[in-house]
């Protein structure tokens, strides 16, 4: 039997990810679910390069800010540029699909430029 012990919300915050290294170099971590959309995204992708043994998982329930200017997925964003469903799921039903799509196309080109590679797995959040 193999155990999986997995990492979520990596890159909600800077202080988040802390705690989600000190977990890896301390403790039993083996993969991250990656938030792409939130403030330690960045910094969050900086540091687990450094753990290629890491498997990395793509959050992907966009509740952050979009990595597109608001102003290339209107339908998705409030008035503050945030996406608008965190609190209304319904909501998602009032978006275009060709914006989520290229939404999630940015996200996954923003691991390209910082990790050099994509996620492992997703785990879509309804």
């Not at 608008?84 to 923003?110: G, I, P």
Request: hydrophobic letters at 35%.
């Amino acid at each position: 039997m193999k155990l999986m012990i997995r990492a979520d919300d990596y890159g909600y915050t800077v202080p988040h990810n802390d705690g989600t290294i000190e977990a890896i170099e301390n403790g039993i971590v083996t993969s991250v679910d990656l938030m792409l959309d939130t403030p330690g995204s960045i910094d969050a992708m900086e540091r687990i390069k450094n753990y290629p043994w890491i498997s990395i998982g793509w959050h992907s329930h966009f509740w952050g800010k979009p990595v597109l200017d608001p102003s290339e997925v209107p339908s998705m964003v409030n008035a503050e540029g945030r996406f608008k469903f965190r609190k209304d799921q319904s909501l998602k039903n009032t978006c275009e699909y060709e914006e989520v799509l290229k939404e999630c196309r940015a996200q996954m080109n923003l691991c390209l430029q910082y990790l050099g590679r994509v996620p492992d797995t997703t785990w879509i959040h309804q």
